[in-house]
């Protein structure tokens, strides 16, 4: 007879304490806890976005809108190929009416939503309440961008089946599928980064209607537009993807979109610090990593493809680098000439530092000359490479055109910045000038050096030349560069607008060395020690361990 041993109650007690085995938990049960402790450490601006986004009327309507225009898609393309279907390549045009479908929501829904989450706070003013947390403001953009992206993947998901169906129907390979959603989600994060850019500048309510209208309009281009790249692309994917220069011109492209998102992320960040922080230093420096990327990939041209195309290569990076360094330039002259206590306290202290890091401090002095310096830089190496090389492009405009366009494009970008700054600095006697208000002064500055001559030859019989080029029209940049390069040097008689629009450039730019002057006297400035004495309380130095493990086990014992 088997006798069984009775179960004391302790070892009873410590049977039901243990927990049960972690082999024996299911998969699902470690994922959920994955997922909340990935939640937990989650930005908690994303947690928020996210929640009233998805229970938003909006997203829901949006969704169901998808799912149903897939739906009937489907049936409509399967109903008309008919019984042809198992001998028809229809998988092109279906991929294009879901690339349609998808293309509207990543376009147009997820970037409005991504800049009303952000006008929002403006307009309900409880961006104080997040201004006053520890977040500070890149986590803040990073949040509101992470939720877009949330939502773009949710659309992704439930379109990706239908686009999986594609395959059955022939016509499509996986190559073209990848790169087709690859290109609408670049854009729809693109488009998301500027509406969160535009929702900084909401800053009163009588503003939001026109930045809105402005947003609806330029994302209902995109759309537009994007449905005639995307059919062009699906019907020649097969001869773009077997091209090498698709490539080449997408790695580019690539390289200065995240170039631009890196500082579009930065000057979103910038609108909604506070007005005592360092906001210009960090954009200065994404500035110079977009001109370095400029100038590595003509060179890269150059190399690839040698000196037959080198005065259209120069060309076209000459003036990318004008309409760039004129439009930052605009942003940067238009800064407040004032430096705050905390932004003085992180000025470069080293005579080196200051030798080489000075323009990249804030001030409109030292972002004129920043912007100066650069542009100076790429036409003397535009000049260089013009001297070096002549007369070898067979195609587009020869040495002498280049020459003068370098020359006379940098001088019309030093006068109008310098004039613009000088302007800026006079109205700033009488009156605020906010960042907008200067922008706004450069463009007009820029459209009455252009319209003024036409409306006075409008205005007097005797000025009029019948739509030909005459020196009446020497404050027009775009007119005079145009005609340069279509006609020759001989036909805005290129040496004496040279003269003119030279020696203006030098003379505005002596004007406004008095003001960099004064930006440049600027010295860093010691932390107070009250400020000194909190930062060691919140910031302790870490405690000196053992520099090797026989220090280590001697502490041990």
């Known amino acids: 007879m088997t006798s069984i041993t009775p179960t004391s109650a302790d070892e009873l007690s410590v049977e039901l304490d243990d927990p049960a085995p972690a082999a024996s938990e299911g998969w699902m049960t470690r994922v959920w806890q994955t997922l909340e ?10 947690v928020k976005e996210t929640r009233q986004a998805l229970k938003s009327r909006q997203f829901v309507v949006t969704f169901l809108v998808v799912l149903i225009a897939c739906w009937i898609a489907s049936f409509l393309v399967s109903a008309i190929v008919g019984p042809d279907v198992q001998y028809v390549a229809g998988g092109s045009e279906m991929l294009m009416v879901y690339a349609v479908i998808l293309a509207f929501p990543l376009m147009m829904i997820v970037p409005y939503t991504a800049f009303r989450s952000l006008a929002s706070e403006q307009e309900e003013n409880t961006y104080d309440l997040l201004s006053i947390t520890t977040l500070n403001t890149g986590r803040i953009i ?9 939502q773009m993947i949710v659309f992704l998901s439930a379109v990706s089946p239908c686009i999986a169906f594609t395959f059955l129907l022939r016509g499509v390979d996986a190559l073209t ?11 729809s994060l693109g488009l998301s980064m500027v509406a969160l850019l535009m929702g900084t500048l909401v800053k009163v309510k009588y503003t939001q209607v026109l930045v809105s209208v402005l947003l609806v309009l330029g994302l209902f281009g995109c759309f537009a ?17 077997r091209s090498t220069e698709f490539w080449i011109a997408n790695l580019a492209f690539l390289t200065f979109y995240v170039t631009t998102f890196v500082l579009l992320h930065a000057a979103a960040s910038a609108q909604i610090a506070f007005s005592s922080e360092n906001r210009s230093t960090p954009l200065r420096r994404i500035m110079l990593v977009q ?4 100038i590595g990939w003509i060179a890269a041209l150059l190399v690839e493809f040698g000196l037959e195309g080198v005065n259209e290569a120069m060309l076209v990076g000459t003036c990318f680098s004008g309409a760039y360094w004129y439009f930052m330039g605009t942003l940067l002259t238009s800064e407040w000439p004032h430096l705050s ?3 003085l306290r992180s000025l470069p202290q080293s005579q080196l530092g200051r030798v080489f890091l000075t323009w990249l401090n804030p001030g409109p002095g030292t972002g004129y000359m920043f912007c100066i310096a650069n542009l100076t830089m790429l036409a003397t190496i535009g000049l260089l490479i013009v001297a070096i090389s002549p007369q070898v492009g067979r195609w587009g405009p020869n040495s002498d055109q280049l020459c003068f366009f370098y020359a006379i494009g940098w ?24 960042l907008t208000a200067g922008f706004l002064l450069h463009i007009i500055l820029l459209l009455f050096g252009c319209g003024g001559p036409q409306i006075l030859a409008l205005t007097f019989s005797s000025l009029r030349s019948g739509g030909q080029y005459t020196l009446l029209h020497i404050t027009n940049p775009l007119w005079t560069l145009i005609e340069l390069l279509d006609s020759g040097p001989a036909a805005i008689d290129a040496w004496t607008v040279l003269f003119v629009v030279g020696s203006s450039a030098v003379v505005v730019l002596l004007f406004n060395m008095r003001s960099v002057a004064v930006e440049i006297q600027h010295h860093r400035r010691a932390l107070p020690a009250r400020v000194a004495e909190d930062e060691a309380v919140l910031h302790p130095e870490p405690e000196e361990g053992p520099a090797n493990p026989w220090e280590a086990e001697a502490e041990s014992q």
């Open 37 to 46: 402790r990935l939640a937990d450490h989650a930005n908690p601006i994303l």
């Open 291 to 294: 001109q370095a990327c400029l």
């Open 225 to 241: 537009s994007s449905i005639g790249v995307m059919g062009e692309f699906i019907s020649d994917s097969y001869a773009y993807l």
């Open 411 to 434: 001088s019309y970008v030093v006068l109008y910045l310098g004039v613009g700054k000088l302007l800026i600095g006079i109205c700033r006697r009488f009156a605020f000038v906010s």
């Open 341 to 343: 206590r905390r932004v």
């Open 142 to 150: 990073t949040g509101k961008l992470t939720s877009a992206i949330v």
């Open 177 to 187: 599928v990848a790169v087709l959603l690859g290109y609408l989600v670049l854009t």
